[in-house]
């Protein structure tokens, strides 16, 4: 605007504008929470409905046509192996997160610190290893599994995640490593630090939003994932919530849709909660990672 | 004691070599022993006769590849595929893109309006597509009831029992599911865009529409196409919305090659077919990302 003269019109109209803009963003935010949401929505009101309510073509699905009643979660936490199935979840993710980091934060350290030759080209292939898909490698996994003598256990989910999260975090970890300064750690090493001390008090503190980005993929990663879990483990004490949760209540053709909506509101919530404390956090680490990697 | 320790220290220290193998054998040995083999396992198999009932492998060179050429139900698949994941892939970038603007922008309630938007990215896709189960119903549908309600319909629409309303059914739970992924990868490409670009060109009068298309699209570029090929990748092999939704139906007018690799090779114990079916995704998945990353490089360097 240099040099031009901003009369009364053009702020009437900067304003206007303005104007329609915030209205515009409202709009596509209430929209997307509705089209994102609804469906919980639909299944928290499902979740109360007694069956003379769910089942009844007339009744208005959106209200409550007779009393609420918590028999369907009641049912979900005491008659069927819901706590288990969410416990099982949780300890696989634990555990899979830590071998992830314990994987993949040397290797990236070594592919962006220490210049080898082959740094780049061995950074592209462990990407391409992501491209080789679960559905490629789960009948000759679950031989190996069985080799293994790890069918039907949690422990086989527990050996064969990391081969998704791992990629994906050496990748991510490198991009981020890159963007902190080798300066910092060179100064370390003059001052009497070793590598390995100027790694673990220098660099690990400046790498902690891309160990968060790593954590947070990995474990939602690993508690979604259904066909590894689903071709390798059948009983049900030994499954995790994506597997035994359709498997428990939907028998036959009966489905317990009350239970199996509210399980899944109880899990979607809380993961949601965790994931949103840490998203900026998330995004920093991605950023950095996807952009210059 | 303390003397020899820390000269071995110095020495391993300045030996970058050594120390990049050291610290990169672990997961390289991880990855060749538990995708690597197999890998190549997966290879033998599709050239083999082994079922699940008959675990002893048997040679029958291109056998099984002969036999899922000459099954309509494997170019059914082999379709669907590609429309599966190229009309997810379109619908996800767009509108991934508009949400990671919207999120982005500071507005009142903005933590609640992330929160309810990430809910179908966080949630377990097996658990959250059970949920759209029970939405498309063909009695029960709260949609049907809605459009009979305002008098749209007149009879229920069947979502998932009508071929091409099923893939439309398929395609919208796996787009609703991924689209906040495809959102928060793009608000950190945004996000990375210097801000006196922006505020140079605001303060040049470039409208809205001409920044977003001679600044940021160009910029964002590369995440766009990450984004897009995690996305395709996820969504090329990806069965869960299939298997839990339709399970291939109806008459596998939904089928993907990864749901008829598990029908085949898991439920139907045709291990030598299902390994056929599932290698024949590989070849297409590297053409796919070769020709992606070649397009970011090319964009970074111009």
Redesign the interface.
Known sequence: ?DGLVVTDADRRRYARRHRA??IA??A???V??L???G??V??AI?TFKQDRD??R?RN???VFNETPTNDHIDLLFNRTGFATFAWN?LWVGVLVVLITL???L??A???AR???PW?GR?G?A?F?????????????????VVALGLQDSTWSLV??Y??IT??VS?WLLIGFLKTIPKDIEEQA?VDGY???GAMLRVVAPLLFPGLVAVVVFAF?LT??E??YA??FISPSAEKV???G??TELVRGDV?F?QS??A??VL???P???V??LF?DR???G??QG??KG | MSAPAHLA??RL?DR??V??????S???V??LA??G???V??IA?SLSDVTGGDPSFDWVGLQNFERIFADPVFWRSLRNTFVFTAVSMLLIVVFGK??AN?LI?D?K????????????????????T??????LDS??S?ID?VLRTAGLIQTNMFWLGVPNLAMASVIAVHV?RL??LAA??M???L??IPRDVQEQAL?D?AG?WRRMFEITIPLTA??IA??ALFGA?FT?????VV??LTRGGPTNETQV??SW??FR??EGSD?GQ??AI??F??PL??AA?IAI?RAVRRMEIG
């Open positions: 605007m803009g915030r963003l409202y596509v935010a209430v997307s929470a089209a994102a949401a469906p919980f639909w299944a499902t769910l089942y073509r208005n699905p959106f979840t314990a994987l993949s040397p290797a350290y070594s592919l220490l210049d080898r740094g061995m592209i462990i391409f290893v992501y491209l080789v898909p679960p559905t490629l490698l789960f009948l000759s996994l679950s031989r190996l050996v064969i990391p081969t791992v990629p050496v090493m070793s590598r390995l939602t508690a979604s259904f066909i689903l071709a919530i994506s597997t949760v359709p489905f849709w199996l909506q399980s899944a899990v979607a919530v993961i949601a909660l994931f949103n998203l998330f995004i920093a991605f950023t996807a952009v | 220290r110095r220290s970058d070599g120390l990049a193998w050291l610290f990169l672990p997961a390289v991880y990855i538990l995708v083999l197999p890998f396992l997966a198999f508009v949400l919207v922008a507005f309630g903005r933590w609640l309006v992330r929160f309810l938007v990430l809910l179908p990215w966080t949630t377990p896709v097996a658990l959250s059970i949920t759209w189960l029970w939405m009695v029960f709260p009831w609703w689209v906040p928060v990868i608000m950190a490409g996000l990375s303060v009068g809205y590369p995440v990450i984004s990748i090329f092999t990806d069965m869960t298997y839990v090659l990864a690799a598990f090779g898991i291990i299902g390994a599932a290698l995704l590989f998945l590297l990302a990353l």
